[in-house]
């Protein structure tokens, strides 16, 4: 026999209230097809009616918020209302009362909103607010984080910080080998996307480092699904962009955790050394006297005044801005830059030690060899001992002072490109040698350059990278902020003419954390002939009648 509790009860009324309250306006928008939804004059009060007004709002400050984003570059069109699950049957009780209208009403998954271009809105439908999962009540989200020692896994909710998990996990001497570099995002938010950083050379991205997922399709379907059950829909989720459901739960493996990083930077003068140099450390394979030795590879272009004290080189250990940001070294790095043209780059790199990863004299001797074989410049190297936790969640130092001064709050046009290894070479010297600096705005923010091996890739999932058979490409994060009045609008162009240079100078390259207008840019940009296919059929599959995350602007309603 099934129970059903009394607010159990009361979710599925006031589910079944908005189902039948929401009624659509046929109307397109303006720069898009997407049904518009708009709920009846009564909707509040028969919420209140009801009781359940810590579930649903649909007031002006809820709907704001859950159309706001870290990227602040456009004002996406509000939802009409916002739920705050207590469960994850709140969400599926949702998306089925939306199916089972003639014409359903849009449904997005928010985590922390740390999209750029309002891709977790829904405009005039619902918002899920994932935070809320555990939490009404005055419970807490304990609970939905749970430790296998024996098992060496995880079981994570989908709205769970990384850095929670982080913690949660080295309370039993373990963690998760990959990681993104910014620990204060969602689980279900990073596995959309793919979930990168310095870690993915050697372990891939997360998606590549998930044994199970909760699932809720688009028709309010609750999964539990893996490799092994239900695998074509562990697959499609899996870098997915929420077209094909919402992650509730994913089972993340563990291995023994270090305790230590030795944090290393190396300056190069010019492109061709650094990228050399990286691919000799992540070619763990070939048994080179590099490959292998660093646990975290990652790379930054220094342009003019980006050379010193950019907020994601803050020091967990230090209240310095950079590695290189003393009087002394800073003047000799602007001699440096000035001998190289006016662009340096930076090798960023770890070795973990401590726990189970070795003891400090393995990585002395480690340290030694990287120092004496790589190509850097001489007398422009930095070493920091750091603990692991610090390591790994250093952006948020940086995070925290930005905060302090006003500049965290700010646009983010950000562009997130892969690139094949055979083009990264004429990339930097059309972007970084030509764009970046011709374009010059005086905004902040790092510009990553580093290298990603193939094979920790699974071509299963919906991820999309570069379609070249080499075994090596490369991720170029321009991670600016627009900080000055017109910041922005230069910014944007930028962007347009380095996408221009890419095509006109025949790289294919691809967007990572992408952002396409309309379904044919996706289909015709991102996705190519037979991926689009793919993705297409599992579309109509799982979410038949384009419920979820309309505001990727990939489908419209109804599926064409």
Known sequence: MVVINKAQEMTMAALSVLNCLL???????????????????????????LGVAALIRDDAEATALASADFGNVSVAPPPAAVLYPSCPADIAALLRASCARPSPFPVSARGCGHSVRGQA????????????????????????????????????GGEQLWVDVLHSALAHGL?????????????????????ISGQAFRHGPQISNVQELDVITGSGEMVTCSKEKDGDLFDAVLGGLGQFGVITRARIPLVPAPTRARWVRLLYTGAAALTGDQERL?????????????????????????????????SPSSSSSSFFSEPDVAARVAKLAEEAGGVLYCLEGALYYGGAAGGESDVDKKLEVLLRELRYARGFASVQDVSYVGFLDRVRDGELKLRAVGLWDVPHPWLNLFLPRSRVLDFAAGVFHDILRRGATGAMGPVLLYPMNRNRWDSETSAVFPEEEEEVFYTVGILRSAVSDGDLGRLEEQNEEILRFCEEAGISCVQYLPYYADQTGWQKKHFGPAKWARFMERKRKYDPKAILSRGQRIFTAPLA
Not at 27 to 44: G, K, L
């Open 282 to 314: 992540i070619d763990v394979e070939c048994g080179g006297t590099v490959s292998g030795l660093m646990d975290y590879v990652e790379g930054t272009v220094l342009a003019d005044k980006g050379l010193i004290g950019s907020w994601r080189s803050l």
């Open 121 to 156: 809105g829904a405009p005039g439908g619902v918002v899920v607010d994932m935070p809320s999962l555990g939490q009404l009540g005055g419970g807490s989200t304990s609970g939905r984080l749970s430790v296998s020692v024996e098992g060496q896994y995880i079981d994570a």
């Open 23 to 49: 009624k659509t306006v046929q109307a397109a928008r303006a720069n898009d097809d997407a049904h518009v939804w708009m709920p009846a004059s009564s909707f509040p009060d028969e919420l209140r009616d």
């Open 175 to 195: 963690t998760p080998r990959s990681w993104t570099d910014y620990l204060h995002l969602t689980v279900g938010g990073t596995l959309s996307n793919a979930g």
